[in-house]
């Protein structure tokens, strides 16, 4: 199996901070990864460079063997994107805006199949013809991830998916990420601990732009001597100071 | 062009869906031409005053009406690139000429049906006040107004781009007073003449509600009709292309 991305010291820096650091990561295809830090770790960042919402400082990276620099049109037709804020079209219907997001990405003759598929996979069923503004917040997250699938991307990112849900919300995402895993691959940006532990295949754990380690949670516990992913986190990042 | 359409259908069923947009974009309008209407009756056939006339009003105000186009082509713009939606697009195949004409045709439509209600509510306002309009001439209006439409929903789409969501529509009213005021809408700027009519002849405001006026009365004219004509024209051409520059520049300077 290929890799989905790699990254080769890759850099962003704003003015006179350094929001990456020389990331430098290789990730398979198929792979849930999570990216694990505090706020300002530089999670959102990478997402971001490889997204093609912005241009790396320096370094190289590639989706699916793109350049993200040399051809981030051929990027963008492989990935999807459920940014941190929950951004889908307030006014319009919970089906209305799957079918505006399948319009950019697939064929006309494709819609109709395709957004019943998310809405049925999703759960979305019952609100179909709800305005997404009044879709309580675990439903618009589960909306915002539908619209993010539903171009059939290579490799999606779910920065910060579950941000602000209450546990029974949380648990109900992590079963459709967790559904989803097996047809791509997923980079995951979290600072909450369980949910790195509970989806991911690897865990990154970032701090003020650099990776401190990048591990299985069994390979970090070994690495640290720690028991539980909060633990090894603490143990990484008391190394550190 | 199927993106493009796409987002164009998705902004118009946003812009259908707020009610201000009926409000302002329809309702006002219409308000203001049956205000204006009660006006014209009550001054004297002496004092000589035709600006409330329904043939020069229906025109202004067809006008008066797309600069609502303007303000909510602003709003929509500055809202999306306030939140997360437009951050989910940029990562997506979407060029930036999607952008453009998916926030600026939807304008169009709503402009085109604006203008052809308020004409519709000119027509019954003349048949009360026992005026006739030309329906060869209300056709032509609402033909020769698009290219003011495609002006005012550049001149949005510029403040939407430059301005945030709550800096743009503060922006675009100052615009509305100024243009209604300048345009010769409520008042006869080439009669007032003076530093009014110098400062009117260089926005293109005056020279589309002479258009409007003159199409209403099929006054076809070169110095009527097609050297206004000429200048809306070229105004709409000149602020699309800077606005989709601007736009661009902005989507690139947002991925530095």
Same mark, same amino acid.
Do not use: C, I, K
């Given at each position: 199996m290929g890799y989905a991305i790699r990254t080769e010291n890759l850099i962003k820096r704003y003015k006179d901070k350094t929001?990456?650091? *020389?990331l430098t990561l290789s990730v398979e295809e198929g792979e849930l990864i999570a990216l694990l830090g505090v706020n300002g770790a530089g999670k959102t960042t990478t997402v971001k460079m490889l997204t093609c919402l912005t241009k790396p400082s320096g370094g190289k990276a590639e989706i699916m063997g793109i350049d993200i620099s040399a051809d981030p049109d051929g990027v963008k037709r492989l990935v999807g994107v459920s940014p941190q804020?929950?951004?889908?079209?307030?006014? =319009?219907?919970v089906k209305e805006n799957l079918e505006f997001m399948t319009g950019i990405y697939l064929p006309a003759d494709r819609t109709e199949a395709v957004v019943s598929r998310a809405i049925e996979s999703f759960g979305l069923g019952e609100f179909s013809n709800k305005k997404a503004k009044l879709l309580s917040g675990g439903y618009k997250r589960k909306l915002s991830i539908a619209m993010a699938i539903i171009g059939e991307p290579k490799v999606l990112f779910l920065d910060?998916?579950? =941000? *602000? =849900?209450?546990v029974l919300a949380r648990r109900q995402l992590w079963r459709e990420i967790e559904a989803l895993k097996k047809d791509m691959t997923i980079v995951l940006t979290t600072h909450y601990m369980e949910e790195a532990q509970a989806l991911a295949d690897r865990i990154v754990i970032m701090n003020e732009g650099s990776v401190m380690a990048v591990g299985t949670l069994d390979e970090l516990e070994n690495m640290t001597g720690k028991k539980g992913l909060e633990d090894v986190f603490v143990s990484i990042a008391e190394r550190m100071e | 062009m199927r993106r493009t359409m796409v987002f164009a259908k998705r902004n118009l069923i946003e812009v259908f869906r707020d009610p201000l947009s009926w409000i302002f974009c329809i309702a006002f309008p219409i308000v203001m031409l049956i205000i204006m209407s009660i006006v014209n009756s009550t001054i004297p056939k002496e004092a000589g005053n035709t600006m409330f006339r329904i043939d020069n009003l229906a025109g202004g105000i067809a006008v008066f009406g797309q600069m609502f186009i303007m303000l909510f082509t602003a709003i929509a713009v500055a809202k999306d690139r306030s939140g997360a939606f437009l951050t989910r697009l940029y990562s997506s195949p979407m060029k930036s000429s999607d952008f453009v004409w998916g926030y600026i045709l939807p304008m169009l439509l709503t402009a085109v049906i604006q203008v052809c209600i308020s004409l519709t509510a000119s027509v019954v306002i003349s048949l009360i006040s026992d005026y006739s309009l030309s329906i060869a001439g209300l056709l032509l209006t609402a033909a020769a107004v698009i290219p003011s439409a495609l002006m005012f929903s550049a001149i949005g789409f510029l403040f939407g781009t430059f301005f945030n969501e709550k800096a743009a529509p503060g922006i675009c009213s100052i615009i509305i007073s100024l243009g209604s005021m300048l345009g010769g809408i409520w008042f006869d700027v080439e009669g007032v003449g003076g530093i009014m009519l110098k400062i009117g002849r260089c926005m293109p405001f005056l020279y589309a509600t002479r258009v409007a006026r003159s199409a209403i009365s099929l006054d076809l004219g070169v110095k009527e009709f097609l050297i206004p004509l000429g200048v809306v024209v070229i105004a709409a051409a000149v602020l699309t292309v800077l606005a989709s520059i601007v736009f661009k520049s902005r989507m690139h300077a947002d991925q530095r």
């Open positions: 929001a990456v650091d *020389g804020d929950t951004s889908v079209a307030e006014n =319009l219907t910060e998916p579950t =941000l *602000g =849900l209450d | -």
